[in-house]
């Protein structure tokens, strides 16, 4: 297997400063072993106006082989003679990628402590790869390779035979890619890429994979066009780890979409305490309050939205009244926490069918939330930048349009009978705002008149005379008329 990385410099700016970013000197030819064979590093060409390293890998067939016990592309057991007679020694393959990892793993990790700031500039690049099995033909490297920035992307189809042309293309292109990037980035794009167009790996693909796809595709796999082949691909159609991977790349386009990191998004759980409020008897009378308003709205199918860590969704799968209990949340660690409260795995077939948690954000519209008699978004609205709020409520009032929606949040007026809590803080670190009851009408009011409901407003906890309730409640009803349309249009 070859590979070749090729810059141009200035003397100002030599190319030979690839040799600092690859942490190898061009004047010397290196040997590291790997799992599956020798690799070597050595530099065709090194001067200030060009430098080229290239990268051999030399395959043992017989090592693999034992190593691989019978497993991977030929390893079946009828087909003992392909194990030894097969294209690994020669075609680009995620044993490629696996030696990547052990030549350039400080390259790959854009880390150089000789010129750190040469690590995060764009190079001009040139790379080539001589013999790339592309199941899906030169069109599917372009769809691949094309979106990440690359000015040419150059797949062209090696001949089975060059003496017999009318034999055609084999499934093997010749790969050369140009552009200004960085060199961490082609590195990681490279090791992801490699074994999706080769379509198989050459080792047990462990639930880290993920991690490892993840960290690669950090900055371009979350947003590519490809991102389902990618991912389904690298991980082998492995459907667990696709999915469980698909999800977090989920969560980092929602992040990217709002300018936020993903930590800031992902933080319906803290790691190291529960998040259920203190006083617990305060959060108490707050799924009571929502579990009475519910059954005073007859409601029986329930869209929990925002349901954290599903203490609201165990309280209602408690009561046989509510046959179908959805609970939605954009943190996926907050559902994994629900699914293990609930004890979803040990539970019956009929009580699991109640229950369904998805990762979603409430600022996006989604068809599949129609149709419900109720919606709650508890303690919800607060962790939203104001800005983002009139997305929340088309989503919810405009487009999924339950008869029944109840907001709770807190009372900041109520803040000062905290005694722990300092003045001007709000309850928790995640707090955008937090209104008073005057401001929660106003916006409740509004709301309302913009979609077609009524509203009603419910004090949640002890209410002081001064400061009112510490949570408070709005109850939305829709109106009879839109009702009355809502059904029509259904029929």
Not at 10 to 26: I, Q, S, V, W
Not at 61 to 72: H, T
Not at 172 to 201: F, H, I, N, S, T
Not at 291 to 313: I, W
Request: aromatic share 6%; hydrophobic share 40%; charged share 25%.
């Amino acid at each position: 297997m070859f590979l070749t990385i090729s810059t141009t410099g200035t003397p100002e700016r030599p190319a030979t400063d690839l040799g600092y970013l690859l942490h190898k000197h061009p004047d010397k030819a290196q040997t590291f072993s790997t799992s599956h064979g020798t690799a070597q590093v050595f530099y065709p060409e090194a001067s200030a106006e060009r430098c080229t390293a290239a990268l051999l890998l030399e395959v043992d067939p017989v090592a693999l082989v034992r190593r691989g016990k019978g497993k991977g592309r030929g390893g079946a057991p009828d087909a003992a003679l392909a194990q030894y007679v097969n294209d690994r020694p020669y075609a680009a393959s995620s044993l490629l990628s696996v030696a990547m990892t052990t030549v350039f793993k400080s390259a790959l990790n854009g880390v150089c402590r000789a010129m750190p700031e040469r690590a995060g500039e764009p190079l001009p690049l040139r790379i080539e790869v001589p013999a790339l099995p592309a199941r899906g033909g030169a069109e599917l490297v372009h769809k691949l390779f094309g979106p990440l920035g690359w000015a040419r992307v150059d797949a062209v189809a090696v001949p089975l035979d060059e003496q017999f042309p009318e034999w055609g293309d084999s499934r093997y292109v010749r790969l050369v890619l140009e552009g200004e990037l960085r060199l961490a980035d082609a590195l990681r794009q490279l090791y992801v890429l490699l074994p999706v167009l080769d379509d198989a790996k050459h080792y047990w693909v462990a639930p880290d994979e993920v991690d490892k796809l993840l960290r690669a595709g950090e900055g371009w796999l979350a947003g590519h066009p490809e991102q389902k082949l990618i991912t389904s691909r690298y991980l082998s159609r492995r459907w667990g780890l696709t999915r469980q991977a698909m999800e977090r790349l989920e969560l980092v386009r929602l992040a990217e979409s709002d300018d936020l990191e993903v930590e800031s998004v992902d933080n319906a759980v803290d790691e190291t305490t529960d998040t259920e409020e203190k006083p617990v008897p305060l959060a108490e009378r707050r799924r009571e309050a929502i579990l009475e308003a519910l059954r005073a709205a007859g409601a029986t199918r329930v869209l929990d939205l925002g349901c954290g860590q599903g203490q609201l969704v165990q309280a209602l799968l408690k009561d046989v009244r509510f046959t179908e209990i959805v609970g939605v949340d954009v943190s996926m660690r907050a559902l994994t926490v629900a699914a293990r409260r609930l004890k979803l795995d040990r539970m019956g077939e009929r009580q699991a069918g109640r229950i369904t948690l998805r990762q979603g954000a409430l600022t996006y519209t989604d068809k599949q939330l129609k149709g419900y008699d109720a919606a709650v978004l508890s303690e919800v609205v607060e962790h939203l930048d104001l800005p983002r709020l009139p997305a929340l409520e088309y989503a919810v009032f405009g487009s999924a349009r339950p008869r029944t929606v109840l907001v709770t949040t807190p009372n900041v007026e109520y803040n000062v009978r905290w005694e722990t809590l300092p003045a001007g803080h709000v309850r928790h670190s995640d707090h955008r705002f937090e209104w008073t009851r005057e401001e929660f009408r106003d916006w409740s009011g509004q709301v309302a008149a913009r979609h077609g409901y009524t509203v009603e407003f419910v004090p949640v906890g002890p209410e002081d005379p001064e400061v009112g309730p510490p949570t408070q409640m709005a109850v939305f009803t829709m109106t009879t008329a839109q009702e009355t349309t809502k059904e029509a249009k259904a029929a």
